[in-house]
Nanobody
């Protein structure tokens, strides 16, 4: 049974930082592309970051360039999202995702095989 467990969400002031973690189990980690998506109230779910299979490549959405960093720990089957200089527009539920896709690009929702339960990030003064 595949499980993706996110942690690290919370409330922070604009300009602050958070680090999200996703612990994966029940899958062969290197056989999956891993990604982070987010969904703000009333908006569509959007992809933020992707690490392709075997961590060959990393992609970030343009909206988070220079502020977010995706990293992968294959030894611990974990993926992290370091979020710096957070803005109110970053407020959303953040989801970890796993995909068997071979595409060398940001994941799309239709690529995703498994989702985490989500963790709330709120950026507000």
């Amino acid at each position: 049974q595949v499980q993706l467990i996110e942690s690290g969400g919370g409330s922070v002031q604009p300009g602050g930082s958070l680090r999200l973690s996703c612990a994966a189990s029940g899958l062969t980690f290197n056989d999956y592309a891993m990604g982070w998506f987010r969904q703000a109230p009333g908006k569509r779910r959007e992809v933020i970051a992707t690490s392709t299979r075997a961590s060959f490549n990393t992609f970030l959405a343009e909206s988070v360039w220079g502020r977010f960093i995706l990293s992968v720990d294959t030894g611990n089957n974990a993926v992290y999202l370091q979020m710096n200089n957070l803005k109110p527009d970053d407020t959303a539920v953040y989801y970890c995702a796993a995909s068997t896709s071979w595409w060398n690009r940001l994941l799309s929702q239709t690529d995703v095989d498994y989702w985490g339960q989500g963790t709330q990030v709120t950026v507000s003064s």
